[in-house]
């Protein structure tokens, strides 16, 4: 059973930063395709990034050079780090494992999701 559970979320100004956390129960998760969605107010979830198990990453274009995904084995965690965050980055960011790798560019989700965790950028 593997399960995910975020933390990091908040409240943060225009142009400033985050990181989130996705801490990792098992040790199974180690081959997965690990990844963060989100869902902002009245919008459909949607991707945002990846993570391979070998560290190959991808990113959603709209948060592309501003978002960087990583993972830490030893620590049973993948991380976002959030940089420049605008406004429409507002949104419950969610930790996804198992992905599957579709047509270039795109993702199916895992079956295994965390709780969420609340992002809002705002002055």
């Known amino acids: 059973q593997v399960q995910l559970a975020e933390s990091g979320g908040g409240l943060v100004q225009p142009g400033g930063s985050l990181r989130l956390s996705c801490a990792v129960s098992?040790?199974?998760?180690?081959?997965?395709?690990m990844g963060w969605y989100r869902q902002g107010p009245g919008k459909q979830r949607e991707f945002v990034a990846a993570?391979?198990?070998?560290?190959?990453?991808d990113y959603a274009d709209s948060v592309k050079g501003r978002f960087t995904i990583s993972r830490d084995s030893a620590e049973n965690t993948v991380y976002l780090q959030m940089d420049s965050l605008k406004p429409e980055d507002t949104a419950v960011y969610y930790c996804?494992?198992?992905?599957?790798?579709?047509?270039?560019?795109?993702?199916?989700?895992?079956?295994?999701w965390g709780q969420g965790t609340q992002v809002t950028v705002s002055a």
């Open positions: 996804n494992g198992d992905m599957l790798r579709g047509p270039p560019g795109m993702w199916a989700t895992g079956d295994y």
């Open positions: 098992g040790t199974i998760w180690r081959t997965f395709v």
């Open positions: 993570i391979t198990s070998g560290g190959t990453t």
